[in-house]
């Protein structure tokens, strides 16, 4: 079920990506609305983190097309910022909290400029806000996992992006760094800001997002969450990998779409 939306933030069209010529993404049409918490869900392998990055343009499309606000990603770059996994980055760089997240603002100093008050500013305040300031001077080889999962979060917050794509912000962090963590995120999308989040918890689906995607190769479902966050389509989207399912079940039943509230 893909559910259409008018003006989106994101239209993706007839998107193949092939790796070593075996497809991982297969004929992938949707949209996306402007202000929405998107959580893309499927199995491991689904092709979700390949999915955002084909969006960015950080691999190579087989077919189809992509467009970010009416255009593309080379005219609007400015706007999108990209959260890959945390394992992706090397954490023994040597480098201090506030170094990395105001690097979060090159998009706007450009690469060999200088970064300016305001850009130390705006570094200062997502820090804040992600409740690091105590650690704004330490190295980011010396904290802990979820410590630099907020730091990588207050980069992408000092960009002052409108549109996010966040690979598993969640992974390997507490509860309450997570809480903290979709507690800004809900802020930024009340704000306008469309965020769209790969996600692996389905416990948690109906309570963090109100759009979402699933994927399996295939797109299996795109909507409000609960036109699409049903046991029938998760099947889809699961098959018999999901041992879980009846428990999704259960957790449908009991709770009210959509919740925001984080409890
Ligand atoms: N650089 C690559 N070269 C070849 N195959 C790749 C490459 N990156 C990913 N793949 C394959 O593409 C498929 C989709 O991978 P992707 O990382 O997008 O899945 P995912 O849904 O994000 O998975 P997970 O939930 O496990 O993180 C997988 O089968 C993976 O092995």
Redesign the pocket.
Known sequence: MIVNVENPILEVHDLTVT??RKP?LWGVDMTLPKGSLVGVI?P???????LIKAIMGLVPLSSGWVELFGGSLKEFRGKVSYVPQKESVDWDFPASVRDVVVMGRYAKVGLFKRPRKADYEAADYAIEQVKMKDYAHRQISQLSGGQQQRVFLARALAQNADLYFMDEPFAGVDAATEKAIIGILKQMSAQGKTVVV?HHDLQTVTKYFDWVVQLNTRLVASGPVDQVFTQELLQETYGGKLTILSDVGQLLKKQDFPTRDVT
Request: glycine residues 24%; without cysteine.
């Open positions: 790796y070593s991982v499927g491991n392998g689904a092709g979700k983190s390949t790969v």
